[in-house]
């Protein structure tokens, strides 16, 4: 059965470093997504992506976020430079229809 | 804006207990409502969804009703076993909205089942 997959499992970065989560959505979905939960609060949506373009984005998802589909497989998430309070759970997600979810990647900032 | 409550955790029952989360939200439009899980170490999984009013969805012995009267989607088991222990996630999404129907979380409620 095909799965979405994310890596990595646990990313430890310092405040004010680059990170970039990757995830490979399943293969004929054409809708990609990123969460976030963090720790104890709810999974929150950070953006939508469709046709190689941002179709929705929450407030959360500021100026130092960015999404991109470089090769047509994989999905990225970037936070240019990590604070304390980017220390979450991140899933990624894609669609046709129903939305199926990666196992997530764990980030957290010191 | 549109919002998802769900009973506080931690549950924990009885192997063949009867199980209900509650689960309550708000939308502006007339939504979809879901239940997701997530096993230990996995990622989030759809259990059951209902679309619309009335609806049931269900799925592994789980069952959810569409209640538009009181804004309600509880989750429910008539016998829960030890591989049920999990998190279970109410969820929303918007059809409204069209296009990516973003899905609107409720906390999570984390389920332990002893046998």
Same mark, same amino acid.
């Given at each position: 059965?095909?799965?979405?997959?994310? @890596?990595?499992?646990?990313?430890?970065?310092?405040?004010?470093?680059?990170?970039?989560?990757?995830?490979?959505?399943?293969?004929?979905?054409?809708?990609?997504?990123?969460?976030?939960?963090?720790?104890?609060?709810?999974?929150?949506?950070?953006?939508?992506?469709?046709?190689?373009?941002?179709?929705?984005?929450?407030?959360?998802?500021?100026?130092?976020?960015?999404?991109?589909?470089?090769?047509?497989?994989?999905?990225?998430?970037?936070?240019?430079? @990590?604070?304390?309070?980017?220390?979450?759970?991140?899933?990624?997600?894609?669609?046709?229809?129903?939305?199926?979810?990666?196992?997530? @990647?764990?980030?957290?900032?010191? | 804006?549109?919002?998802?409550?769900?009973?506080?955790?931690?549950?924990?029952?009885?192997?063949? !207990?009867?199980?209900?989360?509650?689960?309550?939200?708000?939308?502006?439009?007339?939504?979809?409502?879901?239940?997701?899980?997530?096993?230990?170490?996995?990622?989030?999984?759809?259990?059951?969804?209902?679309?619309? !009013?009335?609806?049931?969805?269900?799925?592994?012995?789980?069952?959810?009703?569409?209640?538009?009267?009181?804004?309600?989607?509880?989750?429910?088991?008539?016998?829960?076993?030890?591989?049920?222990? !999990?998190?279970?996630?109410? !969820?929303?999404?918007?059809?409204?909205?069209?296009?990516?129907?973003?899905?609107?979380?409720?906390?999570?409620?984390?389920?332990?089942?002893?046998?």
């Amino acid at each position: 059965e095909p799965e979405v997959t994310q @890596t990595p499992s646990h990313q430890v970065t310092q405040m004010g470093q680059e990170v970039i989560l990757r995830c490979v959505p399943i293969s004929n979905h054409l809708y990609f997504y990123w969460y976030r939960q963090i720790l104890g609060q709810k999974v929150e949506f950070l953006v939508s992506f469709y046709n190689n373009e941002i179709s929705e984005k929450s407030e959360i998802f500021d100026d130092q976020f960015s999404v991109e589909r470089p090769d047509g497989s994989n999905f990225t998430l970037k936070i240019r430079s @990590t604070k304390l309070e980017d220390s979450a759970m991140y899933f990624c997600a894609s669609a046709n229809y129903e939305q199926y979810f990666g196992p997530g @990647t764990r980030l957290t900032v010191t | 804006g549109d919002s998802v409550t769900q009973m506080e955790g931690p549950v924990t029952l009885s192997e063949e !207990a009867f199980l209900t989360i509650n689960c309550t939200y708000t939308a502006t439009g007339y939504p979809s409502l879901f239940w997701y899980v997530q096993y230990p170490g996995e990622g989030l999984q759809l259990l059951l969804k209902a679309t619309k !009013a009335d609806d049931k969805g269900s799925n592994k012995g789980f069952e959810a009703t569409y209640r538009k009267e009181t804004t309600s989607f509880h989750l429910e088991k008539g016998s829960v076993q030890v591989s049920d222990s !999990a998190v279970y996630f109410c !969820a929303l999404s918007d059809r409204t909205q069209g296009g990516s129907e973003k899905l609107v979380f409720g906390k999570g409620t984390k389920l332990t089942v002893n046998p």
